[in-house]
C-alpha cells in the first residue's frame, strides 16, 4: 500500500479512532504514540555504534590508501577491506531497522491501530555538506551533526514500516512535521529542546520524542498542535533486538 498524505480524503471512520502518530529520529528511530494512552520508544543507539565505529574504520583505511600508489597490491587490498567493510554495516543496519520496524507493528496491531500518521522528515538532510554553502548567513551545525543526519536511514525504515503495516491493512499517512518538536501543546510557546526532555515554562514536561509523536497526532486530527484529550498513560522502551 503507498504513502499517502493527509489532504482530507481519507475516511472518517479512520481519522477518529485507532491512531498512532511517529516521531522519526536519529537517536530514538520510532517514538510513537496511539490514542489508546500508550506511547512506545524503539531506540537506535545499536546503529549509531555500527555507524560510528564503520566511520572510524573508513577513515583509518583511506589514510593509509593515501600513501599507496593508485593500483597497486595494497591499495587494492585496501580498496576491498572498504568495501566489505561497507558491505557489512549495510547489512548490520538492515538488519537493525527490519527490527525496529517489525516491534512497532507488533505494538499498534496490539494496539488495535488502523492508522498510522508519520512527521515527513524530507529535507533534513539538506545543507549537511559543509562546502559551497549558497547562503553564507545559515547556521552551520557541527562535523558531527552533519555526518549523523547525513547518514540518517529514515528512508529505508519507512519503506519497511509501510508494507509491514499494509500487510496488517494498516494506513501510513505522511504528514508535515515543522515546529512539532518545539511547540508546547498547552501554551503554544516555541521553544528548541535541550537534552532528553521538553519543558516549557507553563509547566508542561514530556519526553523530547513522545512529545513530537503527540503533536503530529494532533496536527493530524485536529489541522493544529494543541492538547490532547487523552494523556500517556505508559512509555514502553524497546531495543531493535533482545
Given amino acids: 500500500m503507498a504513502i499517502s498524505y493527509d489532504d482530507g480524503t481519507q475516511p472518517r471512520e479512520n481519522l477518529n479512532r485507532g491512531i498512532a502518530a511517529i516521531d522519526m529520529g536519529e537517536i530514538h528511530g520510532i517514538a510513537a504514540v496511539a490514542d489508546t494512552g500508550e506511547a512506545l520508544v524503539v531506540t ?26 593508485k593500483g597497486s597490491r595494497k591499495w587494492k587490498k585496501y580498496t576491498c577491506a572498504i568495501a566489505r567493510i561497507g558491505s557489512k554495516t549495510d547489512n548490520q543496519q538492515r538488519d537493525i531497522l527490519h527490527k525496529m520496524s517489525h516491534k512497532f507493528v507488533a505494538w499498534a496491531n496490539d494496539q488495535g491501530v488502523k492508522t498510522t ?98 503533536n503530529i497526532y494532533a496536527k493530524h486530527k485536529y489541522g493544529e498542535i494543541r492538547a490532547l484529550d487523552w494523556s500517556i498513560e505508559n512509555i514502553k522502551y524497546l531495543r531493535p533486538a533482545s
Avoid at 543507539?45 to 565505529?53: C, D, P, Q
Fill in 117 to 214: 500518521v508519520v512527521g515527513d522528515v524530507e529535507g533534513v538532510q539538506r545543507n549537511t555538506s559543509r562546502r559551497n554553502k549558497k547562503n553564507l548567513k545559515q547556521k552551520r551545525h557541527s562535523r558531527g551533526l552533519n555526518q549523523k543526519m547525513s547518514q540518517w536511514p529514515f528512508g529505508l525504515l519507512l519503506a519497511y514500516l509501510t508494507y509491514k503495516l499494509a500487510a496488517l491493512g494498516i494506513d501510513l499517512i505522511k504528514i508535515d512535521e515543522s515546529y512539532t518538536t518545539q511547540t508546547c501543546p498547552v501554551c503554544g510557546r516555541k521553544k528548541k529542546p535541550s537534552g532528553r526532555m521538553y519543558q516549557c515554562h507553563c509547566g508542561y514536561t514530556c519526553h523530547r520524542d513522545v512529545h513530537g509523536a503527540r
Fill in 44 to 69: 537506535s543507539r545499536k546503529l549509531r555504534s555500527v555507524k560510528r565505529l564503520r566511520n572510524k574504520k573508513f577513515k583509518e583505511i583511506y589514510q593509509k590508501r593515501s600513501r599507496c600508489k
